[in-house]
């Protein structure tokens, strides 16, 4: 149990919440997350095109859960830049990924978006905080419940900046088996999808 109350961590910056984070505090983690909300909504601004804003806010959040596990203080850079780098190259690998897919869903629609959704403010408000930690929120239940160990440790290195080549080594598997706990994982962010 923490001896912090809600308003207290307002208080702190982001690395002394991150320190609260790896010591276990959930509710510092909810904390920083709502922090970095604003910034992914407005890289996924200026990122949209072939992919729709919110399921890029989404992948740029994976990145920021990937940034709190793999950061390492003292590196030389301070939390908020290395997350800001990781959810920018988590929704810039997003684009890329939409941008090559030339797979379409039965009856002909394309899979993703082809037009950007327009963004009516992009200094979100109360309505678009409460929005983004929903989903927020869903893709940590995602991550913390729904992923198998396998599907973690994939998601986590690649957005961590590794290829399938060197996960599939790394976690002594097929570069195949990779590619599938890939696409399972991008299957459970999205949500229940129709047979």
């Known amino acids: 149990m923490n001896p912090l109350s809600g308003n207290s961590y307002s208080g702190l910056s982001d690395d002394e919440l991150l320190r609260l984070v790896r010591s276990g505090d959930s509710e510092a983690r909810d904390r920083l997350i709502e922090r970095f909300i604003p910034a992914a909504r407005a890289q996924a601004h200026m990122l949209c095109g072939r992919m729709e804003a919110d399921d890029l806010v989404q992948e740029g959040m994976i990145g920021f859960l990937s940034a709190l596990e793999s950061y390492r203080e003292g590196s030389g850079a301070r939390f908020a830049t290395y997350a800001d780098t990781c959810m920018l190259n988590s929704m810039r690998t997003a684009v890329r990924t939409a941008a090559r897919s030339k797979r379409t869903a039965p009856g002909g ?14 200094i979100p408000g109360p309505e678009d905080s409460a929005i983004a930690a929903e989903g927020v929120q869903r893709i940590k239940e995602i991550i913390d419940q729904k992923l198998s160990g ?46």
């Open 150 to 195: 396998l599907e973690r440790n994939v998601v986590l290195l690649y957005l961590s900046g590794y290829g399938y080549h060197e996960i599939a080594q790394k976690l002594e598997v097929s570069v195949k088996t990779v590619d599938n706990a890939l696409m399972r994982v991008r299957r459970k962010l999205q949500g229940p999808q129709q047979s």
């Open 109 to 122: 629609e394309s899979p993703l978006a082809d037009g950007a959704q327009e963004l009516s403010d992009p």
